[in-house]
T-cell receptor, first 112, second 112 residues
């Protein structure tokens, strides 16, 4: 019973490097989303998707790209990492509408 | 724009005390409201989900209420235990685009 799986759990990058955070869910959820969590800032929505081929921006989308080619996967791409992107990233999924939101364990990213 | 506020930001109580955590939101056009628990360095665990048509939900020592018209929810914890120490977050799912907006959380400490 995997639920929402995020990889990697930890990553250290240098400024300017690119990387992809992976998120997969096995619950056939239409809705998937990425949040970042920073001390004192709470959870902020980066991007979300309500189905394959459909993505939209959240509160803090700059510096991040997403795509949704399948129902199961929703990768988050950092094109050119900056120290301001040091954070803990959470992926979440649910059914659209009144669905319960389920979270992954998080990916801790440090940009030097 | 939907704003979610949680008061207090931190709370410390002796073991055995009953307590109430508060969550308020500015736009009543929501699908549902969800309460989560987060332990330090961990992901978010769903505690209770209240649909917009419901008034309350209960799970063990936890009871969550929802007053959509006034934009308020409360999480009641009965007979608190040291193991309840964690950060509690509320989130509302928006009716217009399905995304979730989070409060900053209440950090609860239950002292033995």
């Amino acid at each position: 019973n995997a639920g929402v799986t995020q990889t990697p759990k930890f990553q250290v990058l240098k400024t300017g490097q690119s990387m992809t955070l992976l998120c997969a869910q096995d619950m056939n959820h239409e809705y998937m989303s990425w949040y970042r969590q920073d001390p004192g800032m709470g959870l902020r929505l980066i991007h979300y998707s309500v189905g394959a081929g459909i993505t939209d921006q959240g509160e803090v989308p700059n510096g991040y790209n997403v795509s949704r080619s399948t129902t199961e996967d929703f990768p988050l791409r950092l094109l050119s990492a900056a120290p301001s992107q040091t954070s803990v990233y959470f992926c979440a999924s649910s059914y659209v509408g009144p669905g319960e939101l389920f979270f992954g364990e998080g990916s801790r990213l440090t940009v030097l | 724009k939907q704003e979610v506020t949680q008061i207090p930001a931190a709370l410390s109580v002796p073991e055995g005390e009953n307590l109430v955590l508060n969550c308020s939101f500015t736009d009543s056009a929501i699908y549902n409201l969800q309460w989560f628990r987060q332990d330090p360095g961990k992901g978010l665990t769903s505690l209770l989900l209240i649909q917009s048509s419901q008034r309350e939900q209960t799970s063990g020592r936890l009871n969550a209420s929802l007053d959509k018209s006034s934009g308020r929810s409360t999480l009641y914890i009965a007979a608190s235990q040291p193991g309840d120490s964690a950060t509690y977050l509320c989130a509302v799912r928006l009716h217009n685009n399905n995304d979730m907006r989070f409060g900053a959380g209440t950090r609860l400490t239950v002292k033995p």
